[in-house]
């Protein structure tokens, strides 16, 4: 099975999950996307049945032509509102977009999404899958009974959902022009800038609280964390290869650790001889080696917490591979100087003597 390509805007992305309200109550579309593009950031915003990558629901269906009653094909069936191509960063790579006057809306009623004649958009995968050689545009496509659908559009590419994808590999895909008239019949989509993203979902959920107080609210994402999720759960020997490995680093670090103790014993052992001349016990010098290696251990896990909640590691989590030059150097330069001082300060302060404990005499100090 081929690895899922990065063909959108991941990073600009914000999925909503499907929204519900306390009393069961409609939520209309369009007073909902009125809001939602009043929030400063929003560039566009959409209401649709499915999201790419999405584990929550797949939408597939089986499509043919009308010289191929045989060979239909499982595509991923798209259908949302009227900025759903610009929410998702998709470019018309032939024939034309969608009309105001194609859009339908949607109540929950399948049987009557796909009108006789209906305009469709279809991937470029699809295109080249039913038309190798001719013209896609103006061909009939049927995906249910008898109701034929007219190709007027074609985009680059538009990934399936999870589930999608596993019977969908070739990514084909069909989007209707069919507005949900309740905004709980489907995922929330946002689209703000690569930088703000975060900003713009916390400014979004903010406003949809203030206007639907009845609403309730699922946990935003990032596609990006979709696509991420997708690839863990199409490849598990991928994430058990990571787990593998993060336990030998483990071990290892371990072994080192062990090691670098025993050293640091043998190495200070004329010391430990004197501070037990002077008359420290064994089990106090073990009690201040473990306070040492704690007070290590503090600085490293307050360290690498510091690390995880940066907005790099934020980024690198929701499987964004650009990361800008400046900030990966930082980050280098900060680990450079953060770890030789715990290191130096661990070495410099393990098994010393007590001020108290040396002796001002000259003999002693002979």
């Known amino acids: 099975m081929p690895s899922l390509p990065s063909l959108l805007p991941e990073d600009e992305i914000t999925v909503f999950p499907r929204l519900d309200t306390a009393d069961n109550t409609p939520l209309p579309s369009a007073e909902l996307l009125r809001r939602v593009k009043a929030v400063p950031g929003v560039r566009h915003a959409a209401i649709g049945n499915q999201s790419p990558y999405s584990p929550d629901v797949s939408w597939t269906a089986r499509v043919w032509t009308d010289d191929a009653h045989g060979g239909d094909v499982v595509v991923a069936t798209y259908f949302g509102s009227e900025a759903m191509l610009q929410t998702l960063g998709l470019r018309v790579v032939e024939g034309r977009d ?17 009108a006789t004649g209906a305009p469709a958009i279809i991937s ?27 190709v007027v559009g074609v985009v680059s590419a538009l990934p399936a959902a999870t589930n999608g994808f596993a019977q969908n590999p070739e990514g084909f895909s069909i989007l209707l022009p069919t507005v949900p008239a309740d905004a709980r019949l489907g995922p929330l989509l946002v689209r703000s800038g690569i930088g703000n993203r975060v900003r713009v979902a916390s400014g979004v959920e903010q406003a949809l609280r203030t206007s639907f107080p009845r609403g309730i609210l699922g946990t935003s994402r990032s596609l990006a964390a979709d696509r991420t999720a997708s690839l863990d759960s199409l490849y598990p020997e991928r994430q058990r290869a990571l787990w593998t490995a993060a336990g030998l680093c483990a071990l290892c670090l371990l072994a080192t650790l062990l090691l670098a103790t025993d050293w640091m014993a043998r190495h200070h052992r004329l010391e430990l001889s004197l501070r037990m001349a002077f008359g420290a016990r064994r089990n106090q010098l073990v009690r201040e080696w473990s306070l040492e290696l704690a007070a290590v251990t503090g600085l490293g896990a307050t360290l690498g ?20 030059p400046v900030e990966t150097a930082s980050l280098a330069l900060a680990c450079a100087i953060v770890l030789p001082v715990i290191a130096t300060w661990a070495a410099s302060h393990a098994f010393s003597i007590p001020p108290h404990l040396v002796s001002r005499s000259p ?3 002979l």
């Open 305 to 324: 917490w510091l690390l995880l909640h940066s907005p790099v590691a934020a980024r690198l989590a929701s499987g964004a591979l650009a990361v800008h």
């Open 124 to 150: 470029a995968s699809l295109a080249k899958h039913l038309s190798p050689t001719a013209p896609v545009i103006g061909r009939r496509l049927y995906i249910h009974g008898d109701a034929p659908l007219t």
């Open 363 to 365: 003999s002693v100090r």
């Open 98 to 114: 969608f009309m105001p006057v194609d859009f339908t809306s949607y109540t929950g009623d399948q049987t009557r999404m796909h």
